[in-house]
């Protein structure tokens, strides 16, 4: 289904006239809007394929209809997602569920919705049907050679999937790790992570970025392999220059200052991308924003912070991605409030006047450090994010537009109610 673009002209029309208003009440308050709209209008958030279902717990599953039946269904609701806001130009495929079975045809697809291919997802948490050796006890760290080289082979397989489809980066998950005290050697378990690993760099392309993600635990809950930014660092350095450390932002231990993290890498040059979502305990995967929004700020703060001061482009140096999971919500609403979450989140931390926080660090000025960040955090930006939506041709208030047009009422009457999305 593509989205009527008269019917985003009608409802950009009805809207005009309140958003001009809060546009220019904001746009007074910013040294350089033009600037700042053209960083929003260029920055694109990648949607996963895995989170256009409803993805449910280990309890259950409550499907709300309409999900996408195959990849190219999925192709079609980023699509939506992306004329709505002209935020999300791009998909994340996990493989091997969604197979490009006719790569030409896919990109082509994507093509036509405005979408690239971000980085690749590689699968050996789950055993699938007809695999020869089982990843119950790990997949790179394995004790047996010959499932470590079934989980490279497949990470190689998943590049190949990628250069057909004009990705340029590979995110490597492993769920690695042990249940219990003593039922793993941690140094043996780490040289053969590293090793497997090693063999599938080595398969990368020249202009390729290998993105080593972290976890602290889940699947398993005693140990993880590669369980925190220390430990994905120490993969990432002795693989080499094309590795780097994703972060998930719900895939640390509590309270822990993400922030900070961030910062570190991107000294080093080490931070490949995100996966953005939100948590209260652990791998909660909410909606981006949902629940510690001032922590996502001071992370952006970090990024914009940090990616200037080595001269990296916003939108195209580091991926950014969401992972997120929906088991109350509609998928597409939820995916339009994380999408505007980050381009808020996004702006605000372009609002920091940088030479007065610095002025402050260096005069421990602590007050005033507050204040300055808490000055950009508390301001309504919502009306640039809207007007960047406005000049690239998206809608005005996409959330607003899905409901009013009764956008899954019309999925479900293609698909069917009880259509379920692959993935999680
Ligand atoms: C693991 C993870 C990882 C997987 C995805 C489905 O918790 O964050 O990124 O690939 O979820
Ligand atoms: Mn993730
Ligand atoms: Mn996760």
């Not at 948490?125 to 050796?133: H, I, V």
């Not at 929906?326 to 372009?350: C, F």
């Amino acid at each position: 289904m593509q989205l009527d673009k008269s019917a985003i002209e009608a409802h950009n029309e009805y809207l005009i006239k309140d958003h001009e208003r809060r546009f220019n009440y904001i746009a007074a308050e910013v040294q350089d809007v033009e600037a700042l709209l053209q960083k929003l209008i260029d920055f694109q958030v990648a949607i996963p394929s895995w989170a256009l279902g409803t993805g449910g717990t280990r309890f259950g599953r409550f499907p709300g209809g309409g999900e996408p039946r195959n990849l190219e269904e999925k192709i079609e609701d980023i699509g939506l997602l992306h004329a709505l806001n002209n935020s999300s130009g791009a998909i994340s495929l996990h493989i091997p569920w969604d197979i490009p079975e006719n790569a030409t045809h896919i990109k082509a697809l994507a093509a036509q919705h405005g979408l690239q291919f971000d980085a690749m997802n590689s699968n050996t948490f789950q055993d699938q049907p007809g695999q020869a050796f089982s990843y119950k006890y790990g997949s790179m760290q394995h004790v047996n050679k010959a499932v470590r080289q079934q989980a490279i082979d497949h990470n190689i397989e998943v590049i190949k999937y990628g250069l057909d489809l004009g990705s340029t980066s590979l995110t490597v998950w492993l769920s690695d790790g042990s249940c219990f005290p003593g039922q793993l050697n941690f140094r043996n378990a780490f040289q053969n992570t590293l090793e497997s690993l090693q063999q599938v760099y080595s398969a990368l392309p020249d202009d390729w970025k290998m993105f080593v993600e972290y976890k602290a635990f889940e699947p398993n809950f005693y140990s993880t392999t590669v369980g925190d930014w220390g430990q994905s660092l120490l993969y990432a350095s002795k693989l080499g220059s094309k590795a780097y450390t994703l972060v998930d932002l719900g895939h640390h231990l509590p309270n822990a200052n993400i922030e900070q993290i961030v910062a570190l890498l991107l000294m080093e040059g080490k931070l490949g991308g995100f996966h953005f979502n939100d948590s209260k305990y652990g791998d909660d995967d909410l909606t981006v924003g949902s629940i510690k929004p001032y922590q996502l700020f001071l992370i952006f703060n970090e990024l914009v912070e940090g990616m200037d001061a080595r001269g990296m482009k916003h939108a195209t140096d580091l991926g950014w991605m969401i992972d997120a999971s929906h088991n109350v919500k509609d998928p597409l609403e939820d995916l339009l409030q994380s999408v505007e979450a980050i381009m808020i989140t996004y702006a605000q931390a372009l609002l920091v006047d940088r030479k007065k926080l610095a002025e402050a660090q260096l005069n421990n000025d602590v007050v005033t450090a507050q204040e300055i960040l808490q000055q950009a955090f508390r301001t309504d930006v919502r009306a640039l994010v809207a007007a960047a939506r406005l000049r690239s041709g998206g809608a005005l208030n996409p959330l607003a537009f899905y409901r009013q047009h009764d956008i899954r009422a019309g999925l479900i009457n293609r698909r069917g109610s009880k259509s379920m999305a692959t993935g999680l």
